[in-house]
């Protein structure tokens, strides 16, 4: 257990922790990436390596920083080469040891979905008074704490800010630092303006990692105020080499279309959910082969049909959509003559005909008919009537 299990991005990383060992670590460091390159895992490395108990690799660093001196770092880091990482308990680096009672009660967070579930499970279970004034918090070390977004709006509220504001500049009670962990850059406002008094001030004792897909979305003021790290996406190929182990039960194929799908998001590679996806694409198939060719339509009527009301149906009526635009932006591909950008190859004679008998004018078409069903499923519209109507739309005038 270590940094050496954080997969890609070892210039980021050993950055990061090269910050730890000459303690010149930010108050406030940003984290960007894709959703699954581990900004959230990563995080809560940081954080454990920061109040390990046994520490590993401290001692050797402490050595180093004397050696090399204090140094400085930008506050502006991409990761923009990805050296293997070295043995984490000979590099000469802080390191954590998995075992401690920090160490492990912090990596209890790290199921965000389903810790961020059983707090607004919990919150479901109080008076209805106490509900509209509780905020969604992930809590399993008295001094980490992790704010996601708040429920129904998935946004950083200003009542979680002021929480944070409340106890930050109160000295950790069991580790030798306080770590707060925003898990996304979607701020109302008012959190926002919030959040900035504590970066003007931060205590010495307390970091804040903020996540984000992307740092632009974040206020200048925050930013300007933060280090800033981006990890970038892994290669495919080494994408591919990671799943072979990751997911034996997948043939090469299969994780061959995964490690494409996933664009080099690692984390989002181990979650992904082939058989939906291959049964969504099949339904999407039937669907532009429909709207490309015309006649027969009863394979089409008996697939739109199975997609009834409720929270279900709206599931897979979201995975359909995905779906299409992905078949689409295939199609384009082909269409173009970069082929080697399609991600769905395993299909390739499929798209080939769609390429063939779709020209611009029908994609255009079919991109404006997405985002016109898209829009009938925000009004509740009868989805089957919505995909049946999208496809008639598209069928080649008789």
Not at 38 to 65: D, V
Not at 178 to 187: D, E, K
Not at 226 to 238: D, H, M, P, Q, V
Request: glycine share 8%.
């Amino acid at each position: 257990m270590g940094f050496g299990d954080f997969v890609g991005n070892s210039s980021a990383v050993g950055r990061l922790r090269e910050m730890l060992a000459r303690d010149h670590f930010p108050q406030a460091v940003i984290l960007a990436g894709a959703q699954g390159s581990g900004k959230y895992t990563l995080a809560l490395m940081l954080a454990r390596a920061m109040n390990c108990l046994e520490r590993p690799g401290a001692r050797a660093a402490g050595a180093h920083a004397k050696e090399e001196g204090t140094g400085s770092f930008a506050f502006d880091i991409a990761a923009e080469k990805d050296d293997s990482l070295k043995d984490p308990v000979t590099d000469g680096l802080p390191d954590f040891c998995g075992r401690c009672s920090n160490c492990v009660r912090i990596g209890q967070a790290l199921h965000l979905e389903e810790r961020c579930a059983e707090a607004v499970e919990a919150r479901e279970n109080l008076r209805e008074t106490d509900k509209k004034e509780t905020r969604i918090f992930v809590q399993t070390h008295p001094d980490v704490l992790v704010i996601p977004p708040d429920p129904p709006q998935m946004m950083i509220k200003v009542d979680q800010v002021r929480h944070v504001i409340q106890r930050i500049y109160y000295r950790p009670a069991e580790a030798r630092e306080s770590v707060y962990i925003f898990t996304s850059s979607a701020f109302m406002k008012e959190a926002a303006n919030s959040l900035l008094k504590i970066l003007e001030e931060p205590p010495g004792f307390a970091t804040i990692f903020l996540l984000t897909e992307n740092a632009g979305e974040l206020l200048p003021t925050i930013r300007s105020r933060s280090a800033i790290f981006t990890l970038k996406a892994l290669g495919t190929e080494e994408l591919e080499a990671r799943l072979a182990v990751a997911r034996a039960d997948w043939n090469a194929g299969q994780r061959a279309l995964v490690a494409r799908l996933s664009e080099g998001a690692m984390g989002r590679a181990l979650r992904f959910d082939l058989e939906g996806y291959i049964a969504a694409r099949s339904q999407a198939l039937v669907l532009l082969r429909s709207a490309v060719g015309g006649g027969e339509h009863s394979e089409q009527f008996k697939m739109t049909e199975s997609f009834r009301a409720g929270a279900e149906g709206r599931q897979k009526m979201d995975a359909l959509l995905r779906t299409l635009y992905l078949l689409l932006e295939d199609v384009m591909f082909l269409q173009s003559g970069s082929a080697q950008l399609v991600r769905n190859r395993d299909i390739a004679g499929e798209l080939g005909k769609l390429a063939e008998a779709a020209d611009f004018a029908w994609m255009q078409r079919a991109a404006e008919g997405l985002a016109e069903v898209e829009r009938g499923v925000r009004r509740n519209l009868l989805r089957s009537l919505s995909l049946d109507a999208f496809a008639a739309a598209l069928e080649p005038a008789r």
